[in-house]
């Protein structure tokens, strides 16, 4: 079973609808996290989260709202989405430590039409 | 300016043949870490090799490794004899300072292997 698991693995939606992605783990990490990756871009970061209580913004969190629900489950939400969010989204989780990587789930791809 | 930076988009190696994927870096931070992943046609990114800042040797995991060169900021992946499952986008990214939430991602290597 995988780690970090995310839902769902895609989505295609309309202009304008409320899409929520969901992000899950059983690494007992503390930190998670919320990518996007865009074609030569490589990955941004939307949203991290160092616990429960602790939310804070990334890169490129226009758009996006999340919700750290508990300790192992962290989603994102497009409130009213945009053919611009069209992406790979990636979840991922790390203990803290600056020599650990971030290990990340399989992503979603979404489309918006 | 881009922190991290990945020259070649794509490359063609043969089976059973090394290939060397670069990356440069900028940071003014003394502290810092580079990883590795792997990103395979079906999406998921893997975690494949760490260097820290004050690391004395070049990192090594089985067939990969590091040619970690500090002061022309450099830290270019080596993969030793090449398979057609390396066949993927490979992606370099740079952690500053004690700062582990916050990696700055290359734009990846498209790696091809033929046989």
């Known amino acids: 079973d995988a780690d970090v698991t995310q839902t769902p693995r895609n989505r295609i939606t309309k202009t304008g609808k409320r899409i929520m992605l969901e992000c899950s783990q059983t690494?007992?990490?503390?930190?998670m996290y919320w990518y996007r990756q865009d074609p030569g871009l490589g990955l941004r970061l939307i949203y991290y989260?160092?616990?429960?209580?602790?939310?804070n913004k990334g890169e490129i969190s226009d758009g996006y709202s999340v919700s750290r629900q508990a300790q192992a489950k962290f989603s994102l939400s497009l409130e009213s989405a945009i053919p611009n969010q069209t992406a790979l989204y990636f979840c991922?989780?790390?203990?803290?430590?600056?020599?650990?990587?971030?290990?990340f789930g399989d992503g979603t791809r979404l489309s918006i039409l | 300016a881009q922190k991290i930076t990945q020259t070649q988009p794509g490359m063609f190696v043969q089976e059973k043949e090394a290939v060397t994927l670069d990356c440069t870096y900028d940071?003014?931070?003394?502290?810092?870490?580079l990883f590795w992943y792997k990103q395979p046609s079906s999406g998921e990114m893997i975690f494949l090799i760490y260097q820290g800042s004050y690391d004395q040797q070049n990192a090594t995991e089985g067939r990969y490794s590091l040619n970690f060169q500090k002061a022309r900021k450099s830290a270019n992946l080596v993969i030793s004899a090449s398979q057609l499952g390396d066949s993927a986008m490979y992606f370099c990214a740079m952690r500053e300072g004690y700062n582990d939430y916050k990696l700055s991602f290359g734009a990846g290597t498209t790696v091809t292997v033929r046989a």
């Open positions: 690494k007992g990490h503390d930190r």
């Open positions: 940071t003014s931070d003394p502290s810092y870490g």
């Open positions: 991922a989780t790390s203990v803290g430590r600056v020599n650990q990587p971030q290990h």
């Open positions: 989260s160092f616990d429960v209580k602790d939310i």
